[in-house]
């Protein structure tokens, strides 16, 4: 426990960095937006292509995985649409819960899997991502649609689809099974070059996610932050870990779900809340709450997936 506590709070700490840094040094917001864009839009993409390319990928967890990871995600939704009804909360605020819930910052993810379970912990993780970003997108789309009263001038199946074609992540996720099924081999020197651009990807996100933060702004509506906060500490990763168990999956996938399981929401989530006409104050307030928090429950759900499922680190 330990460990996984050291890991948790450096990254953590990395993240407090780039709000520091935001608000005393580096305080220009376009600067960091040109960060996040390299990071979103770039070095993350190519870190998950040269992974998955790279990666021994067990074909059968496909299915179980993204069965467990569908339940998950319908589990909490169905939470937050009670819970934002029991507290006669609008559908702009609903929605944001509903995001708070269902999206998740796969950057923070795969920084904890590497620093705690190294190079088999990335790789669990990219498959991960690779399972759980259509689903989430499909189900985000979906769920703003329904529950914000705008008129949006496309319809629900193409904002999926174009919220499907332009996410970075999942055209990396395409490229790099591609050339892993295939049995391409990455040049050498681009394979270097891919390798020096990954180690830059992680600690440039998690600078960027923590310069992101509204940590001064956070006196919003605390029983819908209370809301969102238990969708993440408890109800996504129980039932992520139940899944596994039930499934029994092997001790590294189990670990790694379940720590995806209890991550925050991902920061794109603010301006695509603000986009469709969600409660982007509340979406902001969910963000900066969850993230901080994190610590707590990343510490706790690995640890205690680590003893059910009987892996060693």
């Known amino acids: 426990m330990d460990m996984i506590v050291s890991v948790v709070t450096a990254i953590l700490l990395v993240m ?21 864009k390299l990071s979103y839009w770039v070095l993350f993409p190519i870190l998950i292509v040269r992974t998955l390319a790279n990666a021994t990928i067990g074909a059968t967890l496909f299915l179980p995985l993204l069965a467990i990871l569908m339940v998950g ?35 923070i993810g795969l920084a904890v899997l590497f620093d705690m379970l190294g190079l088999p912990g990335q790789e669990m993780g990219v498959l991960i991502i690779a399972v759980l970003v259509p689903p989430t997108n499909l189900l985000s789309v979906f769920s703003m649609t329904l529950l914000v009263r705008k008129q949006h001038t496309q319809t629900a199946a193409k904002l999926i689809l174009k919220e499907l074609l332009r996410n970075p ?13 295939t049995g391409f081999s990455i040049p050498t020197i681009l394979d270097q070059t891919m390798a020096l651009v990954s180690r830059a990807a992680l600690p440039l996100l998690l600078l960027s996610v923590g310069a992101s933060l509204k940590i001064r702004a956070l006196k919003g509506n605390w029983p819908a932050l209370s809301a969102a906060l ?31 399981g209890a991550l925050p929401t991902a920061v794109s989530a603010y301006p695509f809340v603000q986009q469709m006409g969600g409660n982007a ?12 928090t994190s610590l707590l429950g990343l510490t706790f759900w690995a640890t205690l997936a680590i003893q059910v499922s009987g892996f060693s680190l």
């Open 16 to 36: 407090l960095l780039g709000y520091g840094l935001s608000k005393k040094l580096l305080i220009d917001a376009s600067f960091w937006q040109s960060v996040s």
């Open 169 to 181: 992540m999942l055209i990396a996720v395409a490229i790099g099974l591609l050339i892993n099924f």
């Open 281 to 292: 104050k509340l979406m902001a307030d969910i963000i900066t709450l969850q993230t901080l």
């Open 230 to 260: 238990v969708s993440k500490l408890i109800v996504f990763p129980a039932t992520l870990l139940a899944g596994a168990l039930w499934l029994n999956l092997p001790p590294l996938a189990t670990v790694c779900l379940v720590v995806f």
């Open 73 to 107: 995600l319908l589990v909490v939704l169905i939470y937050s649409l009670l819970v934002s009804r029991w507290l006669g909360l609008d559908g702009a605020s609903t929605s944001s819960i509903a995001q708070g819930g269902i999206r998740h910052n796969g950057f």
